[in-house]
């Protein structure tokens, strides 16, 4: 009687009789040459019994009788490009398989399910798989692959290593999201449905920087020559890949150079910082003081329901600061006044870019000005 026990696509057929003298010895067992298939990311599977084999879960005491520590495989029988995910064509790495039996590098089926919630090679459906996350490494393929092909796979890991590296610089190849003004220490929470921006946003998690640039668009450049750092703060994952995303406000900078990796924006940037005053100080605390007074009248005379928008959407007004010169980015109440006033996003990056807090106090001041010269403002 045949029968086969399929592992991650790959197949070890058992014969009463070994029909060859060179054969693989596996847990007492023996396999012929002309047995051990190619491996794919497609099951190598007949029948729905077959199928339910593929998808049962094997115990840590089943993985280490299949694959011994000291396992050797007849370099005509088995190679390193027979373990190649079908997406990147390169070897597995840190592969998973799907409900429905196919497996593939986990970044490779994260980006597809960017796009679509369907298994790349079969269509079947992966919403309730997307909706929970759980990625969890084919472990039988895993330990095959560090086994018999270790020099590959440290080769793999190397490039994937270079990878991140490369991914995790804050001022070269920045990411950078085209869509609103953002500003030092104000929330901006986002709604994230566009393919490309779901890989960038996982990619910032991924690698552990959780930052990426935010800029507004540009008819000329594509986005604007400053933007601001947001930091992420979390994460919700929808089940159909959307997410809403958590951030705050970091630094400011100013664009370099542009580029694109993987259809989004990307930039060289410049990190920038208020230029500290040491003379006429004292004239600076009486302009800072006599803003934030007058921006606390103008926000207590909003109508209540412009009052309890700003305060859902942007939290209350940050407090006084004792030393106005701490950060690099000067007082938070500057930033969230800019958030709040209903001006021009251009005039609002203007502000942005400025690194003389004195500048922008005046800014500011002439804006609370113009508002409560309004009638019924």
Known sequence: ??????????????????????????????????????????????????????KRKLSV???????????SVPKDLLDANDL?????????????TTPCGHTFCKNCLERCLDHTPQCPLCKESLREYLAGRKYVVTTVLDVLIKQLFSQEYEER????LEENRELSDLTKNVPIFVCTMAYPTVPCPLHVFEPRYRLMIRRCMDTGTRQFGMCISDPQKGF??????????????????????????????????????????????????????????????ELHDAVYEQAQVWFQNLKIRFHNQILQHFGPMPEREPDIQATP?????????????????????????????KDRLVKIQHILTYLQSIPNN
Request: some cysteine; glycine content about 8%; charged content about 25%.
């Open 329 to 357: 980015n000067g007082p938070a109440c500057c930033w969230w006044l800019l958030a709040v006033l209903p001006i021009d996003p251009r005039y609002q990056l203007s502000v942005l870019s400025m690194t003389s807090l």
């Open 84 to 96: 190649e995910c079908s997406l990147c064509m390169r070897l597995f790495y840190e592969p998973v």
């Open 61 to 71: 005491s089943d993985i280490e009788s299949y694959f011994p520590h000291h396992l």
């Open 1 to 54: 009687m045949h029968q086969e026990q399929a592992l991650a696509g790959v197949t070890f057929p058992q014969n009463d009789k070994p029909s060859d003298p060179q054969s693989l010895r596996m847990h007492g067992s023996h396999c012929s040459e002309e047995g051990l298939k190619r491996v794919s990311s497609a099951p190598q599977l007949g029948d729905q019994d077959k199928g339910g084999l593929l």
């Open 157 to 160: 890991t190397k490039t994937h």
């Open 224 to 285: 604007a020559d400053y933007g601001c750092m947001l930091i992420v703060r979390s994460v919700h994952f929808l089940p159909d890949g959307r997410s809403v995303v958590d951030t705050i406000g970091g630094k400011r900078f100013r664009v370099l150079s542009r580029g694109m990796k993987d259809g989004y924006n990307t930039a060289d940037i410049q990190h920038l910082e208020d230029t500290k005053v040491r003379a006429k100080l004292e004239k600076l605390q």
